[in-house]
């Protein structure tokens, strides 16, 4: 039987047909990017199998094939209905006693601990036949600072059923995609502690004007998905690649954001209700995320990525508050 579960030693980049591109990446970069100093946090990847096996031990194959045949095909106007039912028939799905227990073992196993519940991340990564997954990202539902087994599995039955978004949906619909040939793997990672630190993303071509020859990397206080979803205005740094490689000053430019909204860990915590929206306080909007040799260094683990995966790459990164520690996620 192939896989359900895949650590992140066991992934590279061939094998984004069963555990998508964001954990095929992981897999890649954990393997071969972490001698050369880039930290990536372990995990482990729920297969796009599992997925399938879940759909088909609880013999939702058909009834998700007559709800996506009901679509209103001219101007989707029973999308929400369609989509909200879709979800209702994954979340109430049981996980197979063998998949259930891969899953906790596999969590178990990450941590060092093991009188202690880890805290993870729980991301989607589609999957999808002939590869075609590239515009499928961003779609699906994510979960961060999940802790335990039981709020780890309904996180990942959450994510199976974030296929049926109305949005992704939609997007599928748009492109002509069969919605019965598109799956999702999960990632399970462990948890940087952003919330108490910062996060966010950058890119190895300034994006605004494509220039190749500077990195540009954005980043806010605590989880970053305040700037994936364009909650805030966040801090924004210009370097430029050559004054890097020949050790001189690089920073270009340094743009203070407002950064006036700070997502972090829930202290009352239950299930996925794991992370809370607060204001942020103002002694941190009006000072920069990162000092200048911190963003120095995501560059230079920008510029590896680049050289290695041989193209243009963007990325997301965060800061440990607790260690000070950098890592690309």
Not at 195 to 220: N, Q, R, W, Y
Not at 310 to 328: C, H, N, R, T
Request: proline share 3%; glycine share 6%.
């Amino acid at each position: 039987m192939e896989e359900l579960i895949l650590k992140f030693s066991e992934i590279g980049i061939d094998n984004i047909n069963k555990v998508g591109r964001k954990n095929a990446n992981l897999g890649e970069m954990y393997n071969n990017l972490s001698s050369k100093g880039i930290r990536i946090p372990d995990g482990f990847a729920i297969t796009a199998k599992a997925y399938k096996y879940f759909i088909e031990y609880n013999k939702l194959r058909s009834p998700l094939q007559e709800l996506m045949t009901q679509l209103d095909n001219i101007d989707l106007s029973n999308l929400a209905e369609i989509g909200s039912k879709a979800r209702k028939l994954i979340l109430e799905g049981r996980f197979p006693l063998d998949l259930e227990t891969s899953i906790t073992t596999a969590y178990n196993c990450l941590s060092e601990n093991k009188k202690r519940d880890i805290v993870v991340a729980v991301r989607s990564s589609p999957s999808a036949e002939n590869h075609f997954i590239d515009s499928f990202s961003g779609l699906h539902d994510s979960f961060l600072n999940i802790k335990g087994i039981v709020p780890l599995v309904y996180a990942v039955k959450c994510c199976f059923a974030s296929l049926y978004t109305d949005r992704a949906i939609k997007h599928r619909h748009n492109i002509c995609f069969d919605h019965n040939k598109v799956f999702l793997s999960v990632g399970i990672q462990k948890m940087v502690r952003s919330d108490l630190g910062c996060s966010g993303i950058g890119f190895t071509i300034e994006p605004k004007s494509a220039l190749p020859g500077m990195v540009h990397i954005a980043g806010t206080w605590g989880f970053g998905e305040t700037i994936a979803e364009e909650m805030v205005a966040p801090d924004e740094f210009i370097i430029f690649k050559n004054s890097l490689k020949n050790n001189k000053k690089a920073i270009l430019q340094k743009k203070l954001g407002s950064k006036s909204k700070i997502l972090v860990s829930n202290e009352n915590a239950s299930g996925i209700n794991s992370t809370v929206l607060k204001i942020t306080p103002r002694k941190y909007t009006e000072r920069f995320i990162l000092e200048d040799p911190e963003i120095e260094n995501l560059a230079r683990w920008a510029i590896i990525l680049e050289d290695y995966f041989q193209k243009p790459v963007d990325f997301e990164w965060a800061k440990d508050g607790l260690s000070s520690e950098l890592y690309i996620i």
